[in-house]
């Protein structure tokens, strides 16, 4: 299946439901257009491969948008991602990754100002973790652990955060501070504990 833009400038596809790939392949655009999938409700690929063709350019952009109302599920338990795809977490979007682990992809990842990330990896947000790619955090944007550690992440204004969500009752319910944060709006303690050691928060 191949996402094109015949006419130039920017389109966009809009799943309103689940986007699902279990085999296959699906081409986002091509040399000298630009596409965007716009994703309502959960990403599952267990297999196929997900890529872009043509040559990426400044005026050529393959991006999936998360951008539902409700919390949106992150899974990839196999299959490909390739080559310079884009991925954003769009304002009020909220994406749970789990344990999943989001890579392959040449292109960038954001999270943008008044979304919310959540991640139960082993290594949090750090570079061996959820995100495995180029990475913008915005420090206007919400953070939810419910693993072992937060890892090290940078955001826009260095080390700040919106709102802090805890939410671990596994490993202990203990979730470590790998780096000092400022939290400019809310500490929520939902369950499980933080451990600050020589990072404050």
Same mark, same amino acid.
Do not use: C, W
């Given at each position: 299946?191949?996402?094109?833009?015949?006419?130039?400038?920017?389109?966009?596809?809009?799943?309103?439901?689940?986007?699902?790939?279990?085999?296959?392949?699906?081409?986002?655009?091509?040399?000298?257009?630009?596409?965007?999938?716009?994703?309502?409700?959960?990403?599952?690929?267990?297999?196929?491969?997900?890529?872009?063709?043509?040559?990426?350019?400044? +005026?050529?952009?393959?991006?999936?948008?998360?951008?539902?109302?409700?919390?949106?599920?992150?899974?990839?338990?196999?299959?490909?991602?390739?080559?310079?795809?884009?991925?954003?977490?769009?304002?009020?979007?909220?994406?749970?990754?789990?344990?999943?682990?989001?890579?392959?992809?040449?292109?960038?990842?954001?999270?943008?100002?008044?979304? !919310?990330?959540?991640?139960?990896?082993?290594?949090?947000?750090?570079?061996?973790?959820?995100?495995?790619?180029?990475? +913008?955090?915005?420090?206007?944007?919400?953070?939810?652990?419910?693993?072992?550690?937060?890892?090290?992440?940078?955001?826009?204004?260095?080390?700040?955060?919106?709102?802090?969500?805890?939410?671990?009752?596994?490993?202990?319910?203990?979730?470590?501070?790998?780096?000092?944060?400022?939290?400019? !709006?809310?500490?929520?303690?939902?369950?499980?504990?933080?451990?600050?050691?020589?990072?404050?928060?």
């Amino acid at each position: 299946i191949i996402l094109k833009n015949f006419g130039g400038g920017t389109t966009a596809t809009t799943v309103a439901g689940d986007y699902i790939q279990t085999g296959g392949r699906l081409t986002m655009v091509g040399t000298s257009e630009s596409h965007n999938l716009n994703v309502r409700g959960d990403f599952n690929m267990s297999g196929g491969t997900f890529t872009r063709g043509g040559t990426p350019g400044p +005026t050529s952009i393959a991006a999936v948008n998360f951008s539902g109302t409700t919390v949106q599920a992150f899974t990839k338990s196999g299959g490909t991602i390739s080559n310079a795809i884009n991925f954003t977490i769009m304002n009020n979007a909220k994406v749970d990754f789990g344990t999943s682990v989001l890579s392959g992809s040449t292109g960038t990842f954001a999270l943008a100002a008044g979304g !919310r990330i959540i991640t139960a990896n082993a290594n949090g947000l750090g570079a061996t973790g959820s995100v495995q790619m180029t990475r +913008t955090y915005s420090s206007q944007a919400d953070y939810e652990f419910q693993g072992p550690v937060t890892g090290v992440f940078t955001t826009s204004t260095p080390n700040t955060v919106r709102d802090l969500i805890i939410n671990n009752s596994a490993n202990g319910g203990d979730v470590i501070l790998d780096q000092p944060l400022n939290v400019t !709006r809310s500490l929520n303690l939902t369950e499980g504990m933080i451990t600050t050691t020589s990072n404050l928060l």
